[in-house]
């Protein structure tokens, strides 16, 4: 009985951290498929107390808040810590999810409480190492928000804990459970454009929040922030709310658009061609609008070449980011190959194939004509 219970645990564990992916940002991303097939989950009755798990969030701001919510539609999940260094949404922690509910302004406060089964990693980029490190070796389970680490060099420490500790480890770039993605997935491998050459991404804002400008609170200040342990495994400055409160402007703690959007559209093009990523980049950006002191481009260029693999054939990969942009605001990612293309969102897939049609063209018309060609042999 007891192997039974504890598999049961491992299995709700794993599901757990699926189900946060794939609606953490809400059911507007899912298709009416994807989202019945998540919901009917969501709604199911635990099997029994094993079933239950207890989490803990770690960084209480707007993605963090949003994936707890999240995770809490899982039938047997309860939110039973909150650790943020920002005394105003602890106090936000206790509104909304109830006085009793335990917080600290110490992540290591909540690693150390034996009640705590897994935990939800939602810090400024420079901390997700260290504290998804610590969270694994201390018994917990992690659900990390994205990116993975704040530098490359990063990453394999984390890797080694994960492997060490046997201990369920989720990356969140929530478009990967998206149907859309699924869907071209399946296109890709039936044949539907052909042999992949090309693929390409875009993501586009226009407002103060997109380009993160976020709210600086009234009563930021040295009392209500441990700036000290903000900054404690990185430069030492003076206290600074800008840097604290829109931390993705600054290299010091995050990861600019690279860490933060083209990291989607990576997630969502790997997932879909089974890549184990580029081995050459280039990029360029620079600052054009938003000149408010930060240390990261608003637009962003790169372009990948990706080497002939077992899963794909070579490709190139063209990936723009703008918060510049006046008239769009969208995100997209296109997948070219020999015989079609597709449009992908984590909504739907448009797909376009090569076909002959009658040209309206005159001149190529009357080219045709004289060399005795049928026009309609020609291809859009």
Known sequence: MKDNAGSSRRKFLKSFAASTAAVAVGSNILAAEKNRSVFQWLNRTPGTANDNINIALIGAG???????????????????????LYDGRLAEAKTRWGKDIFTHRHYKEILNR??????????????????????????????????????????PAVIKAQKETG?????????????????????????????????EGFWARHSPIGAWQYLIPEDASPATVDWETYIS???????????????????????????????HLFSSLHFITDSFGPNKVYASGGLRYWKDGREVPDVLLGTFDYPQAQAHPAFNLSLRCNFVDGTSGTTYLKLVGSEGSMDVTWDDVTLKRNKSVASDDPFYIEQMKKAGKQVSDRKR
């Open 62 to 84: 707007g993605m963090g808040v949003q994936d707890a919510i999240t995770a809490l539609q899982v039938p047997g999940t309860k939110l039973v810590a909150v650790a943020d």
């Open 114 to 155: 034996k009640d705590v089964d897994a935990v939800i990693v939602a810090t400024p980029d420079h901390w997700h190492q260290q504290i998804s490190i610590d969270a694994m070796k201390a018994g917990k389970h992690v659900y990390c928000e994205k990116p993975m680490v704040h530098s490359i060099g990063e990453g």
């Open 167 to 199: 201990k369920v480890f989720q990356v969140g770039s929530q478009g990967v459970s998206s149907l859309g993605n699924e869907k071209a997935k399946e296109l890709l491998k039936d044949g539907a454009i052909g042999e992949l050459n090309y693929a």
């Open 233 to 263: 495994n990185t430069t030492k400055r003076p206290f600074d709310a800008t840097r604290f409160f829109r931390w993705r402007n600054y290299r010091d703690y995050g990861t600019g658009m690279s860490g933060d959007l083209f990291v």
